[in-house]
């Protein structure tokens, strides 16, 4: 996988969070999702036991309600990074760079680095788990998430994951999505699926907050947001707020010959993007309405309209009608407002074909004009 995530992923999903556990039902292609079900609430007492519900078989309901800090409990690793013109000589920028944390060298030079070792080994998430985030007080500290082996129906609610060597490309992924199906989850920060199934997954209400002191381009702002390269996935991409990032905002797609993404993103809102947004592709269907694209640099990639990628992108009223044959409803269009590139018009009649044979799974979405209050007012830990 070639991201590595930055501080600050807070991963939550559906509407309000109490005490009791998760509130709300999973919508979209994650719907029919249930975490732990029924199981009783329970508040870890200690960071071994919080590990051993995580991982563990039985079905969960498992409370976060404080910061669990992992840094520092499985040692450190000193040793040599990559140094890369492009990603750590910052004369003259906002921020550091990122040295990589790698075999090799041959684009760069070898500088010294410690790292924490933590961070590098997330925890793998057990099947039938609900994990809350009570009020903004669940905290993750130094250590990621990771569905993979089969792992499915797991609700990821209201959590915050920070503080994953930032300084460092390969320093840490807050949540990875590789073999596993069924489940809905909501984040704060980067988000990333291996080649294998990420399966049917909500992600929704998430602020992708790209505000840092070690940035690849130099700038202030986070590069690796999202990579979604599963094998067989569905993503419901709603209501999130994505700022201050410089790219893969997300990067989809992939030219594996067995591959094929759907991809429904519905009322998101981008500010503040210096560089691009969406990356997609090829073995990709996306289907984007109803998105704001506030001061993006580009909002979607020229290689995204040449890669084989199948595109919906609802920038028209003749677009947005073309919905009503095949979903049942007219789509919401996307709004460019302030953003220096262009948004493109693509009606793929493809995207509509494979979607129509998912209608169960559509959302419904709100007028484009009210996406920036809407999405602010909601997004992010301690909001739902």
């Not at 559906?14 to 998760?22: D, E, I, N, Q, T």
């Not at 903004?136 to 209201?158: F, P």
């Not at 997300?250 to 991809?263: E, L, N, Q, R, V």
Request: proline content about 3%.
């Amino acid at each position: 996988m070639h991201s590595s995530l930055l501080p600050m992923l807070a991963a939550m999903l559906l509407s309000p969070v109490s005490a009791a556990g998760v509130s709300g039902t999973a919508f979209g292609f994650a719907q029919g999702t249930t975490g732990g079900g029924n199981a009783s609430p329970q508040t870890p007492s200690s960071l071994d036991e919080l590990k051993t519900w995580i991982t563990d078989d039985v079905a969960r309901v498992i409370l976060i309600d404080r910061e669990w800090d992992f840094t520092n409990t499985e040692g450190h690793t000193s040793g040599k990074c990559c140094s890369s013109d492009t990603t750590t000589k910052c004369p003259g920028g906002t921020s550091a760079g990122q040295a990589w944390i790698q075999d090799k060298c041959d684009d760069g030079t070898w500088v010294s680095c410690t790292y924490d070792n933590a961070a590098k080994k997330p925890l793998d998430v057990g099947s039938n788990k609900s994990i809350v985030g009570v009020g903004n007080k669940g905290v993750l500290k130094g250590k990621g998430l990771r569905l993979t082996g089969g792992a499915n129906n797991v609700i990821i609610q209201n959590i915050h994951i920070t503080d994953l060597n930032p300084q460092y490309v390969w320093g840490g992924d807050a949540l990875t999505l590789d073999g596993t199906d069924n489940f809905s989850l909501i984040g704060r920060q980067m988000i990333v699926s291996g080649w294998n199934k990420g399966g049917h997954v909500t992600i929704s209400n998430n602020e992708f907050d790209g505000v840092t002191e070690w940035s690849a381009g130099c700038n202030g702002k986070h590069y690796w947001s999202l990579l979604l390269l599963g094998l067989e996935d569905w993503y419901t991409f709603s209501g999130n707020w994505l700022h201050d990032l410089s790219g893969r905002a997300p990067h989809m797609g992939t030219d594996h010959d067995d591959s094929k993404i759907y991809f429904h993103g519905v009322n998101n809102y981008f500010q503040d993007i210096d560089g691009h947004a969406f990356d997609v592709d090829t073995n990709t269907w996306v289907l984007l309405e109803g998105n704001y694209f506030d001061n993006v640099k580009t909002p979607m990639t020229d290689t995204s309209l040449k890669s084989g990628a199948q595109l919906y992108t609802t920038s028209t009223v003749n677009a947005a009608s073309g919905c009503v044959s095949p979903l049942g409803y007219i789509c919401e269009w996307n709004r460019n407002g302030g953003s220096t590139g262009a948004w493109p018009d693509r009606t793929d009649a493809s995207v509509l074909t494979g979607f129509s044979n998912l209608k169960e799974h559509l959302i419904s979405h709100t007028g484009v004009a009210d996406v920036p209050t809407n999405v602010k007012a909601n997004a992010g830990v301690g909001k739902l």
